[in-house]
């Protein structure tokens, strides 16, 4: 496989000591090994996240994401941006479809980082690391890479709302996306066709400020992965990983449940899966560890 | 009342959706609903919402300003854009939902304590400081928003959860003395102001 | 050749036959019990090959009568095709071995099927002559149009373009209907987006200066009388003087007139100028000439309009249209667009419950009229107040709440009504109704009915029957423009309700159709559904009792009385469907090649087993437009069916003589089944009436049984389409079990 070159969006979530750096961490081990190099945006931005709009608007918004991209296409030149995060895909994204469209929102971003000494051309490919996966590398690729098949480990995938919609997976349904089961079948686990909360949202930004009412759909994705028999819950965004895991103790607490279900990125199953350690794939990350992974990985 | 607001009411009198079509992101869609109910059905925190969004939608063209900028039914978006993905009609509805509780805000109509209206703010403002986003300074910026004596209660109630993530390498206390940053701040922040210029001048124009 | 007949038989051993069944014995009993005079096989008798050795036959050998066994009459038509021959068809690959399992144990059975019937078509055959045409009439290609609206220009149109003489007749003193005072029409090409001009200035032009097209102005229908190929039509015109025209067809587009809103009280149209039906805003919208539209109180700009869908229509209360009639939301959202046109910023609401834009460019158009700012509210009008402005009380199906609105002007969408002449068959409705309730409405129909339209000097009455609420009857879901009587067809709204488009579309269909039937009729031939048809109804008037039974069941009116009371019958207004012969009491009336004795043969050659030897005998009557064919498509999936049965196609189930059925019972059949098409108001029978004639004489067959002292289950009757492939063969086999259960009829012998 000829290396791939990407120009990699790695968003506030995935820095050093926050929410996601174990995202950061099992992904860049699961390139290194499918022999993708990334290439960090210098200086890059927060993208706002979806929950930013309340306080920024639409133009500041959109000029967040379009510094990041005007910044790789002066520095990553040629090369497609490639987020991890779901957010910052999407938000990246929506940026440049609606400069796109607007010709106004275009010149007006354009003014705007002109103060910054940038300029916004619009060019460069958006992507999620997951389409890179799936139409790059494809399912056998992945397969062909495993040295450790996760044999015997029943996966829930888990993909969320901003992977999915509203732009999703060329070829996937929005209601029925296969792709996430594709990985966990191709790194030799079993997955979960019918778990009916593949894409029920996590209340995203609002488990912060609608805690209870998020903190309730939550458990109605974990208790579905449960039922269905899941050993542990795989998923491509970090913010649903984080929601789905970090409040399991609080639900328990409200609701009388005796959750402990760990959740993981599918970058942590496939770093296993390759044959790497329990620190290169972040399962020292895991805030509800993933025991079966760790007995894997230590094998 | 702001002044904005009482400029606006002014300008378009009876005309609530001229209003939202000139003023709110997406906001030239809303004529474009065609009442099939499929958003209000998706809507993953519909059951809290005074108003579903195709309520919304009937409610901007029944002239129904009060009610639509006042309630805070639009702030319970989670952005899960299922009403995007299913809407018959092509409606960007998130978009819309966001446009609306924006517009609601810069007029002063948005409740008070409105908690995902304050929680965005204090993100923005997280942001607009280093470029990055500071998730401590973020989570305790939002347990002390109603004051320390609550600040302290919400701190604690989820004490065992930042003590997890802390074990976890996933939070970090030391970032609350300087944390991840963008070098070119200035030109950062300057970029920002210049969008908001543009963005206040256009709603100024409005009026 | 003269006049000498000579039966040849023909069996097939291909598909399969060869291999399940004996040939030689077929052979033998095509030559012994069906007399033919030879019989030879073949290994495919539709190849080129087999064909060649019939018409060899035919053309050396003289062969006048034909009787091929191989598979149903309704497969390898265009290879069995034999003019100048009589022809029968015995159905032994859907009608035997794909019915039946092949092994041992049915083998017996099996071959005595295929006997039957070989036995059974050689008797038909006996019994049948080859048809020709009457040479009743020659070609006349006059074309009559009736009507000048918009459906009736565009038939002109058409007809004269395809070469035809028209003659146009309008009542009013200008072409061009009610969409001719029209400001603007409903969009009929892409993108959809905007009110299209009004095509009718044009189309007047052309018809103006098109030499084939004759316009009566100011003229109706005096008389018609004659058939298709011989119409003579008296054009009367308003100053009295008259003319006598030849016609060959005719097309009826007399189109629609708008429903009475004085009868919604509600909405104030009797007491408020400004509340206007949608057929009046055109007016407004005209006499705007390009400027605002006014309100007629006091010619003010009109700043605000609400539209009120579904006024008085799409409801059942006393005095509303029962009917949705189709375009009026179409119609609204292209009229509020005029006041988006032509008013600037004026509010437009359209309230409405649901919402209907049928056609390939509605959807658009709706999304066109959002896009210009048209408000839709879904909501239900319950009152308009009338005032300096006018308040429309409703209530919001959304928010869930009664409110009110205040406008200048208020449009009722109100519906279309047919402009149809009178039922033929009112009084017929009044006699026959089953309850006061019915019989009322019936009366109401009568004394209400509108003056004729066509003058048809015919037994049967002088206008196109209706179907539901005075709209023609039409065959709606298979044939549209044929109307029950022939070369007669009705295009437009007088049909059904339907917008410009719809009514151009249809006026070119039955413009076609007319022609068509103007052709036919030049040649002898039968119009749909057995278009081409030569064989022809004729009557032996020795035997007939002046009973008039055919001329009234006659589903087409095509049967005029003589001066002397016998019936007349009139080749080109018949359609075959051989619902008189089936109705006659002394079985007088005949095809050349289907006849009371031709299916009687059938029924008598089916060898009935004694008694002991416990083999019950079925008849099965199957309609051939719909239940044969549903039974040839089971035979293709393999469905199984008895083997006791024997079916008979028919050309209709209104053909079936109940003679048939007596004697089928007398010579010792155990069940019959009988099966035709649905008969309601959504009938499908191809001859309109022809399944309900049947039903209505089949009720009596329970005298007969009782006479005969025989359970009535033995005889029934179903409704069967097309589509019905399981549910066919299980009626048969229904009847097998059923048989089982009562045991075998004691007229065995
Ligand atoms: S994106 Fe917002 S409005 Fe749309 S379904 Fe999700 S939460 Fe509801
Ligand atoms: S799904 Fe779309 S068309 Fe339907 S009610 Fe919602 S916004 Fe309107
Ligand atoms: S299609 Fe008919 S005629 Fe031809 S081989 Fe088969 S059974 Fe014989
Ligand atoms: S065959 Fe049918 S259409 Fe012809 S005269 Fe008889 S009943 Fe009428
Ligand atoms: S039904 Fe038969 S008997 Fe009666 S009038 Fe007709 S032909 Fe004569
Ligand atoms: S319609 Fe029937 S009874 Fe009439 S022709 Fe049809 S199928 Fe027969």
């Given at each position: 496989m000829a290396k791939i070159e990407l120009s990699f969006y790695p968003g506030c979530s995935s820095q050093k000591g926050a929410t996601s750096s174990n995202y950061l961490v099992s992904a860049q081990t699961m390139c290194e090994e499918l022999d993708i190099q990334l290439n960090e945006i210098p200086d890059w931005n927060c993208c706002g996240a979806s929950i930013g709009y309340g306080g920024g608007g639409e133009l500041p918004r959109l000029a967040l994401s379009a510094r990041n991209i005007a910044l790789s296409e002066e520095h990553n030149s040629g090369q497609e941006i490639v987020a991890t995060c779901a957010a910052c895909w999407l938000s990246t994204r929506e940026a440049k479809e609606r400069l796109h469209e607007d010709e106004q929102m275009f010149k007006d971003a354009n003014a705007a980082l002109s103060e910054a000494g940038l300029k916004y051309q619009g060019e460069a490919n958006v992507r999620h690391m997951v389409e890179v996966l799936v139409e790059d590398i494809g399912f056998d690729g992945i397969k062909s890479k495993v040295k450790k098949p996760l044999e015997g480990l029943k996966i829930a995938g888990y993909v969320g709302c901003q992977t999915n919609r509203?732009?999703?997976?060329?070829?996937?349904?929005?209601?029925?996306?296969?792709y996430l089961d594709n990985i966990v079948e191709a790194v030799g686990a079993d997955s979960i066709p019918t778990y009916e909360k593949k894409v029920q949202c996590c209340g995203g930004a609002l488990a912060f400020s609608e805690p209870e009412k998020s903190q309730e759909m939550i458990k109605g994705i974990i208790e579905a992965a449960y039922d269905n028999g899941a050993d542990m819950i795989v998923t491509p965004c970090p913010l649903c990983q984080a929601n789905v895991e970090i409040y399991q103790d609080n639900i328990n607490d409200t609701y009388g449940t005796k959750f402990n279900m760990p959740v993981v990125y599918y970058s942590t199953l496939m770093s296993v899966a390759f044959g790497r350690s329990a620190k290169d794939a972040a399962?020292?990350?895991?805030?509800?560890?993933?025991k079966q992974l760790e007995e894997i990985a230590s094998k | 009342m702001s002044d904005l607001n009482t400029a606006m009411i002014e300008k378009y009198r009876s005309n609530f959706l001229k209003e939202v079509e000139a003023n709110v992101e997406e906001g030239e869609w809303v004529k474009m609903c065609m009442q099939c109910g499929v958003c209000s059905g998706s809507c993953p925190l519909g059951k809290h919402w005074d108003h579903p969004p195709q309520e919304i939608f009937m409610m901007i063209r029944a002239n129904k300003r009060d009610e639509v900028l006042g309630t805070d039914s639009m702030w319970m978006c989670t952005s899960c854009y299922n009403c995007i993905a299913r809407c018959p009609r092509g409606l960007p509805i998130t978009h819309i939902m966001h446009g609306l509780a924006v517009y609601s805000k810069r007029l002063g109509l948005t409740q008070k304590k409105q908690p995902t209206a304050e929680f965005s703010q204090i993100f923005w403002d997280n942001l607009m400081k280093?470029?990055?986003?500071?998730e401590l300074k973020l989570g305790l910026s939002m347990y002390f928003k109603d004051g320390f004596g609550q600040g302290v209660k919400n701190a604690m109630a989820n004490q065992k959860l930042g003590q997890n993530m802390m074990k976890a390498k996933r939070m970090n206390p030391m970032e609350f003395f300087g944390g991840h940053s963008v070098k070119d701040l200035s030109g950062f922040q300057s970029m920002v102001k210049k969008a908001q210029e543009i963005e206040e001048g256009n709603l100024k124009e409005a009026k | 050749m003269a006049d000498e007949k000579k039966f040849a038989g023909y069996v097939c051993t291909g598909c399969g036959l060869g291999e399940r069944l004996d040939a030689g014995q077929l052979e033998t009993t095509a030559t012994r019990d069906g007399k033919m005079q030879s019989c030879k096989q073949h290994e495919m008798l539709c190849s080129a090959e087999g064909v060649q050795l019939i018409k060899d036959d035919i053309a050396n050998e003289s062969v006048t009568h034909v009787m091929i066994a191989a598979c149903?009459?309704?497969?390898k038509v265009e290879a069995f095709n034999f003019p100048e021959v009589a022809m029968t068809r015995a159905n032994l690959r859907e009608g035997v071995i794909w019915v039946r399992p092949e092994s041992d144990e049915n083998q017996e059975t099996t071959q005595e099927m295929a006997d039957d019937y070989i036995r059974m078509a050689c008797a038909e055959l006996k019994s049948m002559s080859q048809p020709s045409a009457s040479g009743e009439q020659t070609l006349n290609k006059n074309i009559l149009v009736v009507g000048g609206g918009i459906t009736g220009m565009t038939a002109a149109i058409e007809a004269a373009a395809a070469g035809y003489p028209v003659h146009l007749v309008e009542k009013s003193g200008k072409l061009g209907g009610a969409l001719g005072s029209y400001y603007k029409v409903i969009p009929t090409r892409s993108p959809y987006d905007a009110p299209a001009e009004n095509p009718v200035p044009g189309m007047i032009e052309a018809i103006e200066a098109d030499d084939r097209i004759t316009v009566h102005l100011n003229s109706t229908l005096a008389k018609t009388e004659g058939a298709p190929g011989r119409f003579n039509v008296e054009v009367a015109t308003e100053s009295g003087s008259s003319e006598t025209l030849s016609i060959g067809a005719i097309v009826q587009a007399s189109g629609w007139k708008p429903y009475d809103a004085s009868q919604l009280p509600e909405f104030a149209h009797d007491k408020s100028a400004d509340v206007v039906t949608n057929h009046e805003l055109e007016a407004l919208a005209v006499a705007a000439n390009g400027g605002p539209i006014k309100r007629p109180s006091d010619g003010k700009e009109i700043k605000s309009v609400c539209f009120i869908q579904n006024a008085g229509q799409c409801s059942d209360k006393e005095g509303h249209l029962s009917y949705f009639s189709g375009v009026t939301d179409l119609v609204s959202i292209k009229q509020a667009m005029y006041f988006k046109e032509l008013n600037g910023d004026c509010d437009t609401t359209i309230l409405f419950d649901n919402l209907r834009t049928p056609g390939a460019g509605g959807e658009d158009f709706y999304r066109a009229g959002q896009q210009a700012m048209v408000t839709f509210s879904k909501g239900i009008a319950s009152e308009v107040m009338p005032g300096d402005s006018l308040t429309v009380k409703f209530e919001d199906k959304i928010l869930n709440e009664q409110t009110e609105m205040v406008c200048d002007l208020v449009v009722l969408a109100t519906g279309m009504e047919p402009n149809s002449g009178p039922d033929p068959y009112a009084q017929l409705m009044v006699d026959e109704a089953e309850d006061e309730e019915e019989k009322a409405k019936a009366q109401a129909i009568l004394e209400n009915a509108p003056p004729s339209i066509l003058n048809l000097q015919y037994r049967q009455g002088t206008d196109l029957p209706h179907l539901k609420n005075g709209f023609n009857d039409s065959h709606f879901i298979c044939f549209p423009y044929e109307t029950r009587r022939t070369g007669i067809y009705a295009a437009g709204p007088v049909r059904r309700p339907m917008d410009a488009q719809q009514a151009r579309d249809d006026a070119t269909g039955a413009a076609l159709k007319a022609i068509q039937a103007a052709e036919n009729a030049g040649l002898g031939r039968a119009a749909h559904p057995r278009s081409g048809d030569l064989s022809f109804p004729s009557f032996r008037k020795e035997g007939c009792t002046q009973c008039k039974r055919c001329t009234v069941e006659c589903p087409f009116g095509a049967i005029n009385e003589d001066e002397e009371g016998y019936p007349m019958y009139n080749e080109s207004r018949c359609?075959?469907?051989?619902t008189c012969m089936g109705a006659c009491p002394v079985r007088v009336i005949s095809f050349e090649n289907y006849s009371v004795e031709t299916v009687n043969q059938q029924i008598k050659n089916v060898e009935i087993p004694e008694e002991w030897d416990e083999k019950p005998r079925i008849l099965v009557l199957a309609c051939e437009n719909d239940a044969y064919p549903a039974l040839d498509q089971a035979a293709q999936a393999g469905v199984e069916i008895n083997p006791w049965a024997r079916v008979i196609p028919v050309r209709c189930l209104g053909s079936v003589s109940l003679s048939w059925v007596t004697d089928a019972l007398n010579n010792g059949y155990d069940g019959i089944v009988m099966m035709g098409c649905r008969r309601d108001d959504d009938y499908q029978c191809h001859f309109v009436r022809g399944s309900a004639m049947a039903a209505e004489r089949m009720s009596k067959v329970g005298d007969t049984l009782d006479t005969l002292n025989l359970e009535p289950e033995r005889v029934i009757l179903h409704e069967v389409a097309i589509t019905d492939v399981e549910r066919a063969p299980q009626l048969i086999n229904d009847m097998a079990e059923t048989v089982e259960k009562i045991g075998l009829s004691p007229f065995k012998f």
């Amino acid at each position: 496989m000829a290396k791939i070159e990407l120009s990699f969006y790695p968003g506030c979530s995935s820095q050093k000591g926050a929410t996601s750096s174990n995202y950061l961490v099992s992904a860049q081990t699961m390139c290194e090994e499918l022999d993708i190099q990334l290439n960090e945006i210098p200086d890059w931005n927060c993208c706002g996240a979806s929950i930013g709009y309340g306080g920024g608007g639409e133009l500041p918004r959109l000029a967040l994401s379009a510094r990041n991209i005007a910044l790789s296409e002066e520095h990553n030149s040629g090369q497609e941006i490639v987020a991890t995060c779901a957010a910052c895909w999407l938000s990246t994204r929506e940026a440049k479809e609606r400069l796109h469209e607007d010709e106004q929102m275009f010149k007006d971003a354009n003014a705007a980082l002109s103060e910054a000494g940038l300029k916004y051309q619009g060019e460069a490919n958006v992507r999620h690391m997951v389409e890179v996966l799936v139409e790059d590398i494809g399912f056998d690729g992945i397969k062909s890479k495993v040295k450790k098949p996760l044999e015997g480990l029943k996966i829930a995938g888990y993909v969320g709302c901003q992977t999915n919609r509203p732009f999703g997976i060329a070829g996937e349904s929005f209601e029925n996306p296969k792709y996430l089961d594709n990985i966990v079948e191709a790194v030799g686990a079993d997955s979960i066709p019918t778990y009916e909360k593949k894409v029920q949202c996590c209340g995203g930004a609002l488990a912060f400020s609608e805690p209870e009412k998020s903190q309730e759909m939550i458990k109605g994705i974990i208790e579905a992965a449960y039922d269905n028999g899941a050993d542990m819950i795989v998923t491509p965004c970090p913010l649903c990983q984080a929601n789905v895991e970090i409040y399991q103790d609080n639900i328990n607490d409200t609701y009388g449940t005796k959750f402990n279900m760990p959740v993981v990125y599918y970058s942590t199953l496939m770093s296993v899966a390759f044959g790497r350690s329990a620190k290169d794939a972040a399962l020292d990350g895991q805030v509800i560890p993933a025991k079966q992974l760790e007995e894997i990985a230590s094998k | 009342m702001s002044d904005l607001n009482t400029a606006m009411i002014e300008k378009y009198r009876s005309n609530f959706l001229k209003e939202v079509e000139a003023n709110v992101e997406e906001g030239e869609w809303v004529k474009m609903c065609m009442q099939c109910g499929v958003c209000s059905g998706s809507c993953p925190l519909g059951k809290h919402w005074d108003h579903p969004p195709q309520e919304i939608f009937m409610m901007i063209r029944a002239n129904k300003r009060d009610e639509v900028l006042g309630t805070d039914s639009m702030w319970m978006c989670t952005s899960c854009y299922n009403c995007i993905a299913r809407c018959p009609r092509g409606l960007p509805i998130t978009h819309i939902m966001h446009g609306l509780a924006v517009y609601s805000k810069r007029l002063g109509l948005t409740q008070k304590k409105q908690p995902t209206a304050e929680f965005s703010q204090i993100f923005w403002d997280n942001l607009m400081k280093k470029g990055r986003v500071n998730e401590l300074k973020l989570g305790l910026s939002m347990y002390f928003k109603d004051g320390f004596g609550q600040g302290v209660k919400n701190a604690m109630a989820n004490q065992k959860l930042g003590q997890n993530m802390m074990k976890a390498k996933r939070m970090n206390p030391m970032e609350f003395f300087g944390g991840h940053s963008v070098k070119d701040l200035s030109g950062f922040q300057s970029m920002v102001k210049k969008a908001q210029e543009i963005e206040e001048g256009n709603l100024k124009e409005a009026k | 050749m003269a006049d000498e007949k000579k039966f040849a038989g023909y069996v097939c051993t291909g598909c399969g036959l060869g291999e399940r069944l004996d040939a030689g014995q077929l052979e033998t009993t095509a030559t012994r019990d069906g007399k033919m005079q030879s019989c030879k096989q073949h290994e495919m008798l539709c190849s080129a090959e087999g064909v060649q050795l019939i018409k060899d036959d035919i053309a050396n050998e003289s062969v006048t009568h034909v009787m091929i066994a191989a598979c149903s009459k309704r497969a390898k038509v265009e290879a069995f095709n034999f003019p100048e021959v009589a022809m029968t068809r015995a159905n032994l690959r859907e009608g035997v071995i794909w019915v039946r399992p092949e092994s041992d144990e049915n083998q017996e059975t099996t071959q005595e099927m295929a006997d039957d019937y070989i036995r059974m078509a050689c008797a038909e055959l006996k019994s049948m002559s080859q048809p020709s045409a009457s040479g009743e009439q020659t070609l006349n290609k006059n074309i009559l149009v009736v009507g000048g609206g918009i459906t009736g220009m565009t038939a002109a149109i058409e007809a004269a373009a395809a070469g035809y003489p028209v003659h146009l007749v309008e009542k009013s003193g200008k072409l061009g209907g009610a969409l001719g005072s029209y400001y603007k029409v409903i969009p009929t090409r892409s993108p959809y987006d905007a009110p299209a001009e009004n095509p009718v200035p044009g189309m007047i032009e052309a018809i103006e200066a098109d030499d084939r097209i004759t316009v009566h102005l100011n003229s109706t229908l005096a008389k018609t009388e004659g058939a298709p190929g011989r119409f003579n039509v008296e054009v009367a015109t308003e100053s009295g003087s008259s003319e006598t025209l030849s016609i060959g067809a005719i097309v009826q587009a007399s189109g629609w007139k708008p429903y009475d809103a004085s009868q919604l009280p509600e909405f104030a149209h009797d007491k408020s100028a400004d509340v206007v039906t949608n057929h009046e805003l055109e007016a407004l919208a005209v006499a705007a000439n390009g400027g605002p539209i006014k309100r007629p109180s006091d010619g003010k700009e009109i700043k605000s309009v609400c539209f009120i869908q579904n006024a008085g229509q799409c409801s059942d209360k006393e005095g509303h249209l029962s009917y949705f009639s189709g375009v009026t939301d179409l119609v609204s959202i292209k009229q509020a667009m005029y006041f988006k046109e032509l008013n600037g910023d004026c509010d437009t609401t359209i309230l409405f419950d649901n919402l209907r834009t049928p056609g390939a460019g509605g959807e658009d158009f709706y999304r066109a009229g959002q896009q210009a700012m048209v408000t839709f509210s879904k909501g239900i009008a319950s009152e308009v107040m009338p005032g300096d402005s006018l308040t429309v009380k409703f209530e919001d199906k959304i928010l869930n709440e009664q409110t009110e609105m205040v406008c200048d002007l208020v449009v009722l969408a109100t519906g279309m009504e047919p402009n149809s002449g009178p039922d033929p068959y009112a009084q017929l409705m009044v006699d026959e109704a089953e309850d006061e309730e019915e019989k009322a409405k019936a009366q109401a129909i009568l004394e209400n009915a509108p003056p004729s339209i066509l003058n048809l000097q015919y037994r049967q009455g002088t206008d196109l029957p209706h179907l539901k609420n005075g709209f023609n009857d039409s065959h709606f879901i298979c044939f549209p423009y044929e109307t029950r009587r022939t070369g007669i067809y009705a295009a437009g709204p007088v049909r059904r309700p339907m917008d410009a488009q719809q009514a151009r579309d249809d006026a070119t269909g039955a413009a076609l159709k007319a022609i068509q039937a103007a052709e036919n009729a030049g040649l002898g031939r039968a119009a749909h559904p057995r278009s081409g048809d030569l064989s022809f109804p004729s009557f032996r008037k020795e035997g007939c009792t002046q009973c008039k039974r055919c001329t009234v069941e006659c589903p087409f009116g095509a049967i005029n009385e003589d001066e002397e009371g016998y019936p007349m019958y009139n080749e080109s207004r018949c359609r075959r469907c051989g619902t008189c012969m089936g109705a006659c009491p002394v079985r007088v009336i005949s095809f050349e090649n289907y006849s009371v004795e031709t299916v009687n043969q059938q029924i008598k050659n089916v060898e009935i087993p004694e008694e002991w030897d416990e083999k019950p005998r079925i008849l099965v009557l199957a309609c051939e437009n719909d239940a044969y064919p549903a039974l040839d498509q089971a035979a293709q999936a393999g469905v199984e069916i008895n083997p006791w049965a024997r079916v008979i196609p028919v050309r209709c189930l209104g053909s079936v003589s109940l003679s048939w059925v007596t004697d089928a019972l007398n010579n010792g059949y155990d069940g019959i089944v009988m099966m035709g098409c649905r008969r309601d108001d959504d009938y499908q029978c191809h001859f309109v009436r022809g399944s309900a004639m049947a039903a209505e004489r089949m009720s009596k067959v329970g005298d007969t049984l009782d006479t005969l002292n025989l359970e009535p289950e033995r005889v029934i009757l179903h409704e069967v389409a097309i589509t019905d492939v399981e549910r066919a063969p299980q009626l048969i086999n229904d009847m097998a079990e059923t048989v089982e259960k009562i045991g075998l009829s004691p007229f065995k012998f």
